[in-house]
């Protein structure tokens, strides 16, 4: 088994899970379920592939390079200590752990995509063959077990083949890879409950593998899952009456504001800035955060596209009345 995390630096939540699943090695050797892994299996991790982007908190290496894009060329040293341990070891699992956009919904559903599978393509119009339909089996046993914690919370990647990605080469060069991609989850913003999913998705996979179990997965619980889609804000304010000028007769509409973490200059601290992305019938958008506004009135210095505030500053002046 081998398992690769942050190769994007600002990607950690994967990270976290494996060293939890080491500790839980360590702390539990005993656990039948630790024994019949480690009677079976031979586990390999590197847990920060990346640890220059990681520390900047950045997606690509010290060099500006996107690891992610350099299978072929193998211009990083990171890329080549990967190829490396996959060549030297010959893995017959992989799993290729990511975060993605928190914004993602399933399909064009209101529900957040808390974790979204890929078994990567062969090539643009290969078809399966034993390595990657034994990665679909695996990514099968994943969506059984999490759909008792997350049910309808579950999206499938884009498998359109890149041919510059590790995933898709991976698979390509006879490891059966698993693309796991942590997404977002209501009031989670630092995703200690997406730790918790990547733990126990990953654990029960390897257990999975080590009895032979994955192999009786219902390959339609991961094929049927929706795609990733893009239905998701991290802020809604609804029914809100609008009057952009004086004169403008007024509307009823939905507000919606994403949010970023920026440094503020003056204190150093990370604070939430929220920048309006969209006004007008939001009906099919879900979000993290959610207020009627009970058709609140609201002029156009409180309301402007791309206006920005911190977050306390949009509950303030919307929320007022």
């Known amino acids: 088994m081998f398992l690769w995390s942050q190769m994007h630096g600002d990607e950690p939540t994967a990270t976290m899970a494996l060293l939890d699943i080491i500790s839980f090695f360590v702390m539990h050797a005993d656990h039948p379920l630790v024994d019949r892994i480690r009677q079976d299996l031979t586990v390999l991790m590197v847990p920060m592939l990346n640890p220059d982007g990681a520390e900047r908190f950045q997606r690509r290496t010290a060099q500006l390079i996107d690891l992610n894009r350099d299978a072929l060329k193998l211009e990083t040293e990171e890329a080549r200590i990967l190829k490396s341990i996959q060549e030297k070891y010959r893995p017959d699992f992989g799993f290729n752990l990511h975060d993605q956009d ?3 919904t399933v399909g064009q559903t209101k529900n957040a995509a808390a974790l979204s599978l890929l078994a990567p393509a062969l090539g643009e119009s290969q078809p399966d063959n034993h390595v990657r339909r034994r990665a679909k089996f695996v990514a099968a046993s994943i969506v059984e077990a999490m759909n008792q914690f997350i049910p309808g919370h579950l999206a499938r990647y884009d498998d359109i083949f890149e041919p510059r990605a590790f995933g898709d080469n991976i698979q390509r060069w006879g490891t059966s890879t698993v693309l796991i991609e942590s997404g977002g989850w209501m009031g989670d913003r630092e995703k200690m409950f997406l730790r918790k999913l990547n733990f126990v998705a990953i654990l029960t996979s390897l257990f999975s593998i080590a009895t032979g179990e994955y192999e009786k997965a219902d390959l339609n619980s991961y094929e049927q899952l929706p795609l990733n889609g893009k239905n998701f804000y991290d802020i809604i304010f609804r029914n809100v009456l609008f009057q952009p000028t004086s004169n403008a007769q ?56 791309e206006k920005t505030m911190q977050r306390e500053e949009f509950l303030k002046a919307i929320l007022k009345k």
Not at 251 to 275: F, P
Not at 276 to 305: K, N, P, Q, R
């Open 102 to 104: 928190p914004r993602y």
């Open 250 to 305: 007024p509307v009823h509409l939905d507000v919606a504001v994403n949010l970023t973490e920026e440094r503020d200059s003056t204190t150093g601290q990370l604070v939430l800035i929220g920048k309006i992305e969209d006004l007008g019938d939001l009906s099919t958008f879900g979000a993290f955060e959610e207020y009627d506004c009970g058709g609140v009135l609201l002029d156009g210095s409180v309301i402007e596209m």
